[in-house]
């Protein structure tokens, strides 16, 4: 059977020796944080889950007396929102653990680990607000859910896209000194 093959190949990719186990932060004061950490982002993936589940039942918009003629808008943009929040606890959370594995989390990085959810919230309900009159986003719920954690997933690249739009948008030039030493060279 081929699965057996694969794991004798299987390759370690936090760079450990097999049967080393221990943690390679023995200072309590960083596991202490990492457990913070982990727990802080655990926290921000419940809380998300919720948000959509109960957008999808209705519960939120009752509790919040929205009225019905906005409703499924509410819906949709708060599902967006919350879907941006657990892209990117998601993104947040995968660094996270591989950062730790491999022996490179730091405490220097603790306000980007901290921001980027909500950054990620963020983007995601302006792209729900781009998008809202489209029918990328007036379909389903689901529809909400899959733009909005795209958008927090990869909120970098979502960030440079509105660069982007906005540059289009706004008329700016945004070509580097290269590209401009390029473009008098073949006026010449």
């Known amino acids: 059977m081929g699965n057996r093959k694969d794991k004798a190949n299987f390759s370690n990719t936090d760079d450990r020796k097999k049967g080393v186990w221990k943690t390679r932060y023995p200072d309590k004061c960083a596991r202490q944080r990492q457990f913070f950490e982990a727990a802080y982002l655990f926290v921000l993936f419940l809380i998300s889950l919720s948000i959509i589940f109960l957008c999808y039942l209705d519960v939120l918009s009752e509790c919040l007396h929205i ?3 906005k409703i499924l808008t509410f819906n949709k943009m708060a599902t967006c929102m919350a879907s941006g929040l657990l892209g990117g606890t998601i993104n947040n959370i995968k660094w996270f653990y591989h950062s730790v594995a491999r022996g490179f989390w730091n405490e220097d990085r603790k306000y980007w680990r901290f921001f ?3 950054v ?3 983007l995601a309900f302006i792209i729900s607000c781009i998008l809202s009159d489209t029918t990328i ?3 389903n719920g689901f529809s909400a859910v899959t733009v909005g ?3 927090g997933y990869f909120s970098d690249q979502a960030a440079g896209k509105m660069a982007e739009v906005a540059a289009v948008l706004f008329n700016t030039k945004t070509e580097t000194k290269s590209n401009e030493e390029d473009n008098s060279s073949s006026q010449e």
């Open 67 to 69: 009225p019905e003629a």
């Open 116 to 118: 980027t959810p909500y």
């Open 120 to 122: 990620s919230l963020v």
């Open 137 to 139: 986003i007036n379909g």
């Open 149 to 151: 954690f795209l958008a």
